[in-house]
């Protein structure tokens, strides 16, 4: 079946500007993340929706971020007036939101800041 | 104490050798581990889930260790495609913290050379 996808790709913008970042998960699971990874760093949790509860908003790093998640499908991430240090990889991953469930990750978008 | 540590590499082994990666987590209550590779530029993939008699997928084997709180992988007969990174990952059941429930580790880079 399909897997988790994401669009754009990439994405260069220049600083100050608003970008969207969008996430498809796997048709039925219930739980969602975003992340995002520096060249040659780890994985830096950014924010976590699992069904109809609160997200989990902890990692986001400034309120310049934020996400939604419309229909408990099709996710949001949207970074406001754009910094240099916010280039980086976005990864959206999805789950059936069970205890135990691995998580699948999309391909990613790539964002530059001019 | 960081939540899960790995040492990150990178681990340069010849073709066919037998290569060993450990990893440590914080957390007793930990509940399921994994493995996941991530090749360069690309998302992280499931390699393996670790379960707690151990399990071996063809060339290779994840244990764990309960009590000292580590799980390992062990890749016999290194092929030049294993190269990547090879991340960590621990299920931690109502986690209260952020990340949702899964801990990422930092990656252990695997470099394969012919």
């Known amino acids: 079946g399909a897997g988790v996808s994401q669009s754009p790709s990439n994405k260069v913008t220049e600083k100050g500007k608003d970008v969207e970042l969008r996430c498809d998960p796997i048709?039925?699971?219930?739980?969602l993340y975003w992340y995002r990874q520096s060249l040659g760093q780890g994985l830096e949790f950014l924010i976590y929706?699992?069904?109809?509860?609160?997200?989990?908003k902890s990692g986001l790093p400034s309120d310049r971020f934020s996400a939604e998640r419309t229909g408990g499908s099709v996710s949001t991430l949207t970074i406001q007036r754009t910094q240099q240090e916010d280039s980086a990889v976005y990864l959206c991953?999805?789950?059936?939101?069970?205890?135990?469930?691995?998580?699948?990750f999309g391909p990613g978008t790539r964002l530059t800041v001019l | 104490r960081k939540e899960v540590e790995q040492d990150p590499g990178p681990f340069n082994v010849p073709e066919g050798a037998t290569v060993a990666f450990n990893c440590t987590y914080s957390n007793s209550a930990s509940q399921s581990f994994f493995w996941y590779r991530q090749d360069c530029r690309k998302e992280p993939k499931l390699l393996m889930s670790?379960?707690?008699s151990g399990n071996e997928d063809g060339r290779f084997t994840a244990q764990l260790n309960r009590a000292s709180q580590y799980i390992s992988l062990l890749i016999r007969d290194s092929k030049l495609s294993d190269s990547a990174t090879y991340l960590c990952v621990v299920n931690i059941l109502n986690y209260g913290g952020s990340q949702g429930n899964l801990i990422f580790g930092k990656g252990t880079k695997l470099s394969v050379k012919p």
């Open positions: 670790v379960y707690s």
């Open positions: 929706f699992q069904g109809n509860s609160a997200p989990d």
């Open positions: 048709s039925g699971h219930t739980a």
């Open positions: 991953a999805s789950s059936r939101g069970l205890a135990f469930d691995t998580q699948y």
